[in-house]
């Protein structure tokens, strides 16, 4: 058991679904959708902290959405971008009031751990806890901070999410990292190292007497963490709060392709889309969030009708795409019911198939990472081979010596290639 009520961040206690800080566009009125289908947690699109102080205004009501009036899209958390901690200390002070948390992320979260060098790696994470630590003594607002991991570096993570919690970090976010996109999807295969990294980094909140007493009662106090995954359903969410023991779960891709996600009973997506043109009516949105939103829930779809498709590139106003989405109604309900299910089945395994994709192309970066550090790429060593013929032919040899050198970690397909060399 976690307690939350003397904690700064008492919202945490009943988010337990949570959209994703990496959702490419994360407007007001697709804030206010996911929240309406089960999301108890939302983020802003990612701001430079000197945007809030130089445009405070337009920072806040255009990029932002947020307000001290909107209790409906709460509890919020800003996402702030700085490597200046007296930037940074006036763009939080400034956000009082209208969020309930600031996220601080800089180069050092976006690049990852070991793109850098070691000299660059460390005076990164020097200046990144500095500017945490400058905000939690200056600021009031809790401070939530994003760590990429991978099975190799559990321990490496545990130490660097302590040492965040020493300098004022009051919730951690786990996310992967690799060559192609910052959030990688979280497998079932990381839930152990999640595990032990949320069992591990444990710190108190609280007094002294206050951990006696709870050691007394045999209850655990611990940093809150949560976990971006790639899970595609809520029954897997669930599975995964249950098994790694985290407060909560964030979603990208999926809550972009399904905004009920979370949901009990799924359900029809053109409602789904009418209640969020509803919303877009209420609060002004961009044409091109709005087509990017619906591509997302409602693209295979459109998809299925090639003609609906190419409209919604073309179409530029919001009576358009309300119009399209009714051509869109109206050729679904000409779809007999076995027509319907079928086509929602099909679109239920181009996601599997997707996801299934994705874990491969994760698993053979793995094995290349794995190789060993003398391995020399099959391109070098037919380079290598050419250059020694073309040597020797050079020196008038009326022999020439061919290199059929045979490793232990050839593929039977290469060793197959130079028998046949040999016997030709």
């Known amino acids: ?13 009943n988010c337990r679904y949570i959209a994703s800080p990496f959702t ?29 102080i130089q445009d405070a205004e337009n920072t806040r009501d255009n990029l932002l959405g947020i307000s001290a009036l909107r209790q409906e899209d709460r509890p919020l958390i800003v996402q702030l971008f700085s490597e200046e901690p007296e930037i940074l200390v006036k763009a939080v002070n400034g956000l009082e009031g209208l969020c309930d948390a600031v996220d601080i992320s800089n180069n050092f979260t976006t690049d990852g751990l070991s793109d850098l060098p070691g000299d660059k790696q460390h005076d ?9 630590q400058r905000v939690h003594q200056e600021c009031k607002m809790p401070i939530m901070c994003k760590l990429p991991f991978n099975w190799q570096t559990t321990d490496e993570a545990v130490e660097r999410g302590k040492s965040l919690h020493k300098v004022g970090c009051e919730l951690l976010l786990l996310h992967k990292h690799s060559a192609e996109k910052i959030n990688a999807s979280i497998s079932k295969k990381d839930w152990d190292s999640v595990k032990v990294i949320r069992s591990i980094a444990t710190k108190s909140y609280f007094s002294t007497k206050f951990n006696c007493w709870c050691a007394q ?11 971006d995954v790639g899970l595609s359903s809520k029954w897997e969410v669930d599975e995964c709060i249950e098994y790694t023991g985290v407060q909560g779960v964030t979603a990208s891709e999926s809550l972009e392709g399904n905004p009920s996600l979370f949901c009990k009973k799924q359900p029809p997506v053109l409602d789904v889309v009418r209640q969020y043109l509803e919303l877009c009516k209420v609060h002004p949105t961009s044409i ?6 619906i591509n997302g829930f409602c693209g295979f779809y459109l998809s299925r009708f090639h003609d609906l498709s190419t409209s919604l590139k073309e179409v530029q106003s919001l009576e358009g795409i309300e119009q399209l989405m009714e051509e869109l109604g109206e050729n679904i309900s ?19 198939r997707k996801r299934g994709r994705d874990r491969k192309k994760e698993e053979g970066t793995k094995v290349v990472k794995e190789r060993d550090e003398n391995h020399i790429p099959k391109i070098v060593l037919k380079k290598l081979q050419k250059e020694r013929v073309g040597n020797a032919m050079k020196s008038d040899a009326q022999r ?14 290469r060793f197959s290639n130079i028998i046949c060399q040999f016997l030709r």
């Open 400 to 413: 020439v010596a061919i290199d059929f050198t045979v490793i232990d970690c050839m593929l039977n397909k």
């Open 124 to 132: 990164k994470w020097s200046s990144w806890l500095s500017c945490i």
């Open 334 to 352: 000409k779809l007999s019911g076995k027509e319907l299910k079928s086509l929602t089945s099909l679109r239920r395994k181009k996601e599997w």
């Open 288 to 293: 091109s969030n709005i087509k990017h939103h």
């Open 217 to 227: 009662q045999g209850e655990s106090v611990s940093l809150p963490i949560i976990v």
């Open 24 to 52: 490419n566009v994360q407007d007001l009125s697709w804030r206010l959708l996911m929240r309406k289908f089960g999301v108890h947690l939302c983020f802003t699109n990612a701001v430079k902290a000197l945007d809030v």
């Open 1 to 13: 058991m976690i307690f939350w009520k003397m904690s700064s961040l008492k919202f945490l206690s």
